[in-house]
């Protein structure tokens, strides 16, 4: 069910700040591994990110970053990534196409009211139409629930990172 207060759309250039930062709720600060550990990393992976942003926003058929905007205040409230990537065909994806979602992020003051299912959604049928197989996301605990009720399964596979220092 559609929220009457938002509009869910193709984010634009003009979002990139929003898209910043919403993404620093997930990158800077926290325990996660992949979190910023000192401000030198959080403006690196903030012009890297705006960087790629830049690039993929106007013309990706593999890359989708939605926007979850307030109808009236015209405000970025959430947003979402989806990511399709080719891979080797498996039993439940046989033509390769594999779906990741990332950096699925609502403003504090706004969570639990059904922005991040509802962007969620879109995301999925975005995946279906291109006929996608098999989509992947990495949870925070507080959010398991939600993709849960969206039909994601917990993995039995352990996710495992090897993570070069970059420059």
């Known amino acids: 069910m559609d929220l009457p207060f938002l509009i869910v759309r193709p984010a634009t250039t003009a979002d990139l700040d929003r898209l910043v930062r919403l993404r620093a709720y997930l990158l800077d600060g926290t325990e996660a591994m992949y979190s910023s550990k000192t401000p030198e990393d959080s403006m690196r992976w903030r012009a890297a990110y705006r960087t790629w942003l830049n690039s993929h926003l106007k013309a990706s058929s593999c890359v989708l970053v939605l926007a979850a905007e307030h109808k009236e205040s015209g405000e970025v409230l959430g947003c979402a990534t989806a990511i399709i990537d080719q891979r080797a065909p498996a039993p439940g994806c046989l033509n390769g ?10 403003e504090p003051q706004w969570r639990n009211q059904g922005i991040a299912r509802q962007l969620m959604q879109h995301l999925l049928r975005w995946f279906a139409s291109c006929s996608v197989g098999s989509v992947v996301l990495q949870s925070t605990e507080a959010a398991g629930r939600l993709y849960q009720a969206l039909g994601f399964a917990v993995s039995d596979e352990r996710l495992l990172i090897h993570q070069e220092a970059t420059t």
């Not at 196409?97 to 609502?106: C, K, R």
């Open 97 to 106: 196409l594999s779906g990741w979602v990332q950096s699925v992020v609502v």
